[in-house]
């Protein structure tokens, strides 16, 4: 694939452009405009796809039986959480266009060059081995209960069909979202329909109370927010003409409702008695009818296969947006493979307790993503009035820098987690002592990152002359 750059005047021919059956080889460099394709339509699905599936039952679920909500609580908490973290993935989305490089890439302008290789790491492991570990155990689990196959080579087989996918590249992953869509909600609304019937929706819950709900809050929007950094790895090919409304619209909507929906089906599901020693799949389908409950299980393994194809192809993208000097042979696509391999050990590892290691790992999700996103945001806003063509060429370029966004981001994670994370394994200082505060991690770690690094920008504002504009960054 040709790598002019991101302002070319797209006149050469397309060597990927939009064929769907071809591997894709550009890496986080800037998509060029011969290579544009697509419209913003094709972001619903993209984002609705993944989510549905058994992954987003388990937040409702959690809220539940491990939060000790009533069912309308845990939905209000789902609601509100999942609003949060929808609404600034279609805000963030609309940089693909602009910039056409991954959402690690943007995060250049947040954290300089050099600066951007903690959050790029952090997310290629969260997205190409802790993701990717969670989906993979629930699809095994489906498998499993389907067709009897044990869990290790009903493990096997899944992973495969998420590494091919990833491994192919861009347009086949919308495609494969595309056409995954409609079965999956068909699917789970037959199955959201039969659970209601038998759902018991006034019970009181077990006395989550506040710190209840901030739990559940904080997993529903670690939840959705974790897609966050994700956001422009599947709008970059989109032309600089895409409409930005429909930009931001398409995958807010397809993420919110999808989210909310199938989440909600999960939260009532959890007020029905499950088969005693069930894995988590057998549980949630122990009270469908058999054919259903067999759909259903199909659509766990689809639903996970869509998200790990997301997961796996964003975990590569996020390596390669290191700026590491890495061999050509170190393609996007081998790279899938190295972190789908990864992956797999992870879910390996957690076969035998999913339950417990998904309820924390959606929170530790939110206590990395939430101060990243502070800063992010803040960013996005101060270079607002910046024209594009000045903004661009920070993204290769290796001698920028922007301390204050490390600064901010850092900060944001080591006073949220000591003081509020409220973990089996580790409780903070202010739960340890108050525990109706719950997990406000994510929450105090939003803040302090957006506050510190607006504080400092204002204070270390320089002329945009120089080399470093911390006041456009």
Same mark, same amino acid.
């Given at each position: 694939?040709?790598?002019?750059?991101?302002?070319?005047?797209?006149?050469?021919?397309?060597?990927?452009?939009?064929?769907?059956?071809?591997?894709?080889?550009?890496?986080?460099?800037?998509?060029?405009?011969?290579?544009?394709?697509?419209?913003?339509?094709?972001?619903?699905?993209?984002?609705?796809?993944?989510?549905?599936?058994?992954?987003?039952?388990?937040?409702?679920?959690?809220?539940?039986?491990?939060?000790?909500?009533?069912?309308?609580?845990?939905?209000?908490?789902?609601?509100?959480?999942?609003?949060?973290?929808?609404?600034?993935?279609?805000?963030?989305?609309?940089?693909?266009?602009?910039?056409?490089?991954?959402?690690?890439?943007?995060?250049?302008?947040?954290?300089?060059?050099?600066?951007?290789?903690?959050?790029?790491?952090?997310?290629?492991?969260?997205?190409?081995?802790?993701?990717?570990?969670?989906?993979?155990?629930?699809?095994?689990?489906?498998?499993?209960?389907?067709?009897?196959?044990?869990?290790?080579?009903?493990?096997?087989?899944?992973?495969?069909?998420?590494?091919?996918?990833?491994?192919?590249?861009?347009?086949?992953?919308?495609?494969?979202?595309?056409?995954?869509?409609?079965?999956?909600?068909?699917?789970?609304?037959?199955?959201?329909?039969?659970?209601?019937?038998?759902?018991?929706?006034?019970?009181?819950?077990?006395?989550?109370?506040?710190?209840?709900?901030?739990?559940?809050?904080?997993?529903?929007?670690?939840?959705?927010?974790?897609?966050?950094?994700?956001?422009?790895?599947?709008?970059?090919?989109?032309?600089?003409?895409?409409?930005?409304?429909?930009?931001?619209?398409?995958?807010?909507?397809?993420?919110?409702?999808?989210?909310?929906?199938?989440?909600?089906?999960?939260?009532?599901?959890?007020?029905?008695?499950?088969?005693?020693?069930?894995?988590?799949?057998?549980?949630?389908?122990?009270?469908?009818?058999?054919?259903?409950?067999?759909?259903?299980?199909?659509?766990?393994?689809?639903?996970?296969?869509?998200?790990?194809?997301?997961?796996?192809?964003?975990?590569?993208?996020?390596?390669?947006?290191?700026?590491?000097?890495?061999?050509? &042979?170190? +393609?996007?696509?081998?790279?899938?493979? %190295?972190? *789908?391999?990864?992956?797999? #050990? $992870?879910?390996? @590892?957690? /076969?035998?307790?999913?339950?417990?290691?998904?309820?924390?790992?959606?929170?530790?999700?939110?206590?990395?993503?939430?101060?990243?996103?502070?800063?992010?945001?803040?960013?996005?806003?101060?270079?607002?009035?910046?024209?594009?063509?000045?903004?661009?060429?920070?993204?290769?370029?290796?001698?920028?820098?922007?301390?204050?966004?490390?600064?901010?981001?850092?900060?944001?994670?080591?006073?949220?987690?000591?003081?509020?994370?409220?973990?089996?394994?580790?409780?903070?200082?202010?739960?340890?002592? &108050?525990? +109706?505060?719950?997990?406000?991690?994510? %929450?105090? *770690?939003?803040?302090?990152? #957006? $506050?510190?690094? @607006?504080? /400092?920008?204002?204070?270390?504002?320089?002329?945009?002359?120089?080399?470093?504009?911390?006041?456009?960054?």
């Amino acid at each position: 694939m040709t790598t002019a750059p991101a302002d070319s005047t797209g006149t050469l021919a397309p060597e990927y452009g939009d064929k769907v059956i071809a591997v894709e080889t550009a890496g986080s460099e800037p998509i060029p405009d011969a290579e544009r394709h697509g419209s913003p339509l094709q972001l619903l699905w993209t984002w609705a796809s993944p989510n549905i599936e058994f992954a987003t039952v388990y937040i409702g679920v959690i809220a539940v039986l491990f939060f000790g909500l009533s069912f309308w609580q845990a939905t209000g908490a789902i609601v509100l959480g999942t609003a949060l973290g929808a609404i600034t993935q279609g805000y963030l989305s609309l940089d693909g266009p602009r910039f056409g490089v991954p959402q690690m890439v943007i995060g250049r302008f947040s954290f300089g060059f050099r600066g951007n290789i903690l959050p790029s790491a952090a997310n290629g492991l969260v997205a190409g081995v802790g993701w990717f570990a969670v989906n993979s155990v629930s699809a095994a689990f489906a498998l499993n209960t389907l067709t009897g196959l044990r869990p290790l080579p009903s493990l096997l087989l899944v992973v495969v069909a998420e590494i091919l996918i990833g491994f192919i590249g861009h347009n086949f992953v919308h495609t494969f979202e595309k056409y995954a869509f409609p079965a999956l909600a068909l699917i789970f609304l037959l199955a959201g329909v039969w659970t209601f019937k038998d759902a018991d929706l006034t019970g009181g819950g077990t006395g989550g109370g506040i710190g209840g709900f901030l739990l559940a809050f904080s997993a529903a929007w670690g939840y959705a927010a974790g897609w966050n950094p994700y956001a422009t790895d599947y709008s970059r090919y989109l032309p600089r003409t895409a409409n930005k409304l429909k930009t931001v619209l398409y995958p807010a909507v397809g993420l919110f409702v999808s989210v909310t929906l199938v989440a909600v089906i999960g939260a009532a599901s959890a007020t029905l008695i499950a088969p005693k020693d069930a894995t988590p799949t057998a549980a949630f389908t122990g009270h469908l009818p058999g054919w259903l409950g067999d759909l259903v299980l199909i659509a766990i393994i689809l639903g996970a296969v869509s998200a790990n194809a997301l997961n796996v192809y964003s975990g590569a993208i996020s390596i390669t947006a290191l700026g590491l000097n890495l061999p050509p &042979w170190l +393609s996007r696509s081998v790279l899938v493979v %190295v972190s *789908g391999i990864a992956g797999t #050990a $992870a879910a390996w @590892a957690s /076969l035998s307790d999913a339950g417990a290691a998904y309820e924390a790992f959606l929170l530790v999700i939110a206590y990395w993503v939430a101060p990243w996103l502070g800063v992010v945001l803040v960013e996005r806003r101060l270079r607002a009035g910046t024209p594009d063509a000045e903004l661009a060429p920070r993204l290769t370029d290796r001698s920028f820098t922007n301390w204050p966004g490390v600064a901010a981001l850092l900060i944001g994670v080591a006073v949220s987690v000591p003081l509020f994370s409220n973990q089996e394994d580790y409780v903070g200082y202010v739960p340890k002592h &108050w525990p +109706s505060f719950g997990d406000i991690t994510p %929450v105090v *770690g939003f803040v302090l990152s #957006a $506050a510190v690094y @607006a504080g /400092l920008c204002a204070v270390l504002r320089r002329p945009k002359s120089q080399t470093v504009s911390v006041s456009s960054a």
